[in-house]
């Protein structure tokens, strides 16, 4: 009777190991193939006023991740989880004059952004629009990578980005740039719901340009003026 438990527990646990090894393949390749590449993606990590890993170009070091006025680091995920929220709907001098306090190194409070009028065209959504960039990640020479994310919108349109980077005569330059834009011509994405980009957005950062080492991920929007989330950003191995 022992003997008989002892080989009931041996083929469960045997069970057990199989489906372990089930769960860890999607889309037939290994779970280590599948592994996010992108530092703190679901923006719960707390840097010093947002998520830890992300902010804009020229980011003063020890300075705020989102300025407060046209970004935002707010629990208004798909689960109510922390998330990125944008704004191009402010006027451009006055994001100008708080990106330059932010790359400085400043942490006060942004002040309340002024009414914008019609037709816009002196705002963030008409000129820079509003981008976070994550930390670099290293790349294998010849690999593709996939890219993923949630997003909802409300008036604009999201966009995702990845640029490249790579030594060029001593200087470090931007190699390469791939670009999705997320809107309604997306199926099944409704303005105001949280939408998740699945279907697989694949890039080449080594194919035609050999130099890239590095890429970062850029999350964008501009025109129109409006809002957009993002959560739950994904780079893996193809």
Not at 107 to 118: D, I, M, N, V
Request: net charge neutral; aromatic share 10%.
């Amino acid at each position: 009777k022992k003997d008989a438990e002892k080989k009931d527990a041996e083929k469960k646990d045997d069970q057990k190991v199989g489906n372990k090894e089930q769960e860890t393949k999607e889309d037939g390749k290994p779970a280590e193939a599948r592994r996010n590449l992108v530092a703190n993606p679901r923006f719960e990590e707390k840097g010093v006023t947002g998520p830890k890993g992300w902010g804009m170009v020229g980011l003063a070091q020890g300075g705020q991740e989102v300025d407060g006025l046209t970004s935002f680091w707010v629990k208004e995920g798909p689960d109510g989880s922390w998330c990125l929220k944008y704004d191009t709907d402010v006027n451009l001098d006055e994001a100008k004059a708080r990106w330059e306090e932010v790359r400085k190194g400043g942490t006060s409070p942004a002040r309340p952004k002024s009414p914008t009028k019609s037709p816009f065209y002196d705002t963030v959504a008409g000129n820079d629009g509003v981008n976070l960039l994550g930390e670099e990640i290293a790349v294998k020479p010849g690999m593709a990578y996939d890219i993923e994310a949630d997003l909802k919108t409300t008036g604009t349109t999201g966009y995702l980005f990845v640029r490249g980077y790579g030594e060029v005569r001593g200087e470090r330059r931007v190699l390469f740039k791939y670009q999705r834009n997320l809107d309604e011509s997306l199926p099944g994405f409704k303005t105001g719901e949280w939408f998740h980009v699945k279907e697989r957005n694949t890039f080449h950062p080594t194919r035609k340009t050999p130099l890239v080492r590095w890429i970062r991920v850029s999350l964008y929007a501009y025109w129109p003026p409006g809002n957009v989330w993002f959560d739950n950003v994904d780079v893996h191995e193809n």
